[in-house]
């Protein structure tokens, strides 16, 4: 496929790795879980092929890990950890689920051995519950940074939300709200008036402002000394602009190394080419402070 330069921001674009095995969730808002219904060509070895490549890259880029469910097979996220150096920020995106063959003790003490490794570990518990979650409890124990990660989707009941956040003030965790992205737009990504999730946390909580780029942005909330985000992105993560000399790039924020190891440059099933790759324009990167105070 036909594609133009590539130019991402400094460090490099964030590249994000689709677990090669499954989870048993059957979220709603999930669009990974088709992906996940026929697992053959999926390949451990090659995804950490893939890593190391991106590595030789951009060795300062993020990487983030997601499926499926990354803590299904602790063997296999271990493996594909230690393919990373320390160069890097590494975030994994967890239900931190109920297991049968893995007891919460096992994923507690893999936070513990990983606890210089993991940057952040977000946590999925949702306003309305799709999954079997293990006890609040255990989320206090993970040893390395947490987040909670909660997706208000569609008809949210926006009157348990107080009582959302005092579920985890005890633990001190803080939270990011998230839109449903696949419904986020170029033209609704900043837009406040018709946002009923904003209304909402605007009403309930104390707002103290809003940071964001051209592809997401996190409008930032206070309660009870507790940091809130709500955060929306678009749905995909290639910007094309043209720039003052006439020449047009593809600008990449995420990458992606899917379940069988192949490297793509956007979440709508394009694939990277690798090679163009290594000669990447860099630019700063343009996330910024838009009003109020970010600085928690």
């Excluded at 499954?22 to 026929?38: M, S, T, V, W």
């Excluded at 293990?134 to 926006?158: H, K, M, S």
């Excluded at 992606?256 to 290594?278: A, C, F, P």
Aim: charged share 25%.
């Amino acid at each position: 496929m036909d594609h133009h330069p590539y130019k991402t921001r400094e460090g490099g674009a964030t590249v994000t790795v689709f677990v090669p095995y499954d989870c048993q969730n059957h979220c709603p808002f999930c669009i990974n879980k088709q992906e996940y219904a026929d697992c053959s060509g999926f390949s451990l070895a090659k995804i950490i092929d893939s890593i190391r490549t991106m590595d030789a890259i951009t060795p300062r880029c993020d990487f983030v890990f997601t499926g499926g469910e990354p803590l299904a097979n602790l063997d296999a996220l271990q493996q594909m950890l230690d393919a990373i150096p320390a160069t890097h920020k590494v975030y994994i995106n967890t239900t931190f689920p109920v297991q049968q063959h893995t007891s919460p003790e096992e994923m507690i003490a893999f936070t513990e051995r990983n606890r210089d490794k993991i940057t952040c570990m977000n946590i999925s518990r949702h306003l309305q519950k799709y999954v079997e979650e293990g006890p609040d409890e255990l989320l206090g124990r993970i040893a390395c940074p947490t987040r909670i990660n909660c997706v208000l989707y569609r008809n949210y009941p926006a009157h348990k939300l107080v009582d959302y956040v005092e579920r985890f003030l005890p633990y001190g965790i803080p939270i990011q709200f998230r839109y449903d992205y696949t419904a986020t737009t170029p033209e609704n990504l900043y837009e406040e008036e018709n946002d009923k999730i904003l209304q909402d946390l605007r009403r309930l909580f104390t707002y103290k402002g809003l940071d964001g780029c051209r592809m997401r942005n996190g409008f930032h909330f206070q309660y009870k000394g507790l940091h809130m985000t709500y955060h929306k992105t678009l749905p995909y993560s290639t910007i094309v602009e043209t720039d003052e000399n006439g020449v047009t790039y593809d600008i990449l924020y995420d990458i992606l190394i899917k379940q069988n190891g192949d490297i793509h440059s956007d979440w709508t099933g394009v694939k990277m080419d690798v090679e163009g790759y290594r000669h990447v324009v860099f630019e700063p990167y343009d996330l910024h402070v838009i009003n109020g105070n970010v600085d928690f």
